[in-house]
């Protein structure tokens, strides 16, 4: 992204806590996928082994991202750690700003959520370095943190996420200008993301290609399968306005 991304990543008037919904960091989220097979399903097809891959991969990235939304949760709302990172993030250039929230419904502030965090890897670093070492942090909450850490693995599935969802952060903008028709580029858009997960869903032996094989199957339904052959018609018509 160009020079404009601090300044609409940087503003967290928009994404402040009044607005983003609480995560309930009470709870156990890291969820355990059960792995016990019968001998007689482990020969199948390969569709049958890339739908197993697949849900795998969805369930690693469901618990990636809300550990991750538990972490940024209590680094907003303690006020030792919000401290701690403030001044880490100022030594590392990153002035003005902080971890935010997303709605979970909203992709695109899932890609700044997931931005955001990512940009603050090395003050997130620093912050489970030194959480023993933060005057007046309750032990209580140091161990919650401690258990939400993420591993070298995890990090490297929420930086794989990150440019998915900024496809769709950016269609999100492209369709929400109010200076030009949208209306008129909402197929060019729709034809992009396409060929855009295409390119990358051909790779089934990468995570990233398994995201974007699963993704696939829902645009495909949304822009191909879903409108009536009148609506698709009635589109290419609007395109000349």
Request: with cysteine; charged share 30%.
């Amino acid at each position: 992204m160009d020079g404009s991304e601090s300044e609409e990543i940087g503003s967290d008037e928009e994404l402040d806590d009044d607005n983003f919904q609480e995560i309930n960091i009470d709870e156990d989220i890291i969820q355990e996928i059960d792995e016990d097979v019968d001998e007689d399903d482990l020969v199948g097809s390969e569709e049958d082994e890339l739908t197993s891959q697949t849900s795998a991969c969805l369930a690693k990235v469901q618990s990636v991202i809300n550990r991750t939304r538990s972490i940024i949760k209590i680094c907003r709302s303690t006020s030792m750690i919000t401290c701690f990172i403030k001044k880490k993030a100022r030594e590392q250039g990153l002035r003005n700003k902080f971890l935010i929230l997303d709605y979970r419904v909203r992709w695109n502030t899932t890609y700044l959520m997931i931005k955001r965090f990512i940009t603050f890897k090395p003050v997130i670093s620093s912050l489970y370095a030194d959480i023993d070492r933060i005057d007046g942090l309750i032990l209580s909450k140091a161990e919650k943190l401690k258990r939400l850490a993420l591993t070298y693995d995890e990090w490297e599935c929420i930086e794989t996420i990150e440019p998915l969802l900024y496809r769709f952060y950016e269609a999100t903008k492209l369709l929400s200008g109010r200076h030009y028709s949208t209306l008129s580029i909402g197929r060019f858009i729709q034809s992009t993301l396409l060929r855009s997960f295409e390119d990358l869903a051909r790779n089934t032996e990468s995570f990233e290609g398994l995201l974007a094989n699963h993704i696939l199957t829902y645009l495909y339904s949304y822009f191909e399968e879903k409108p009536s052959q009148t609506e698709k018609d009635i589109y290419i018509v609007t395109l000349f306005f």
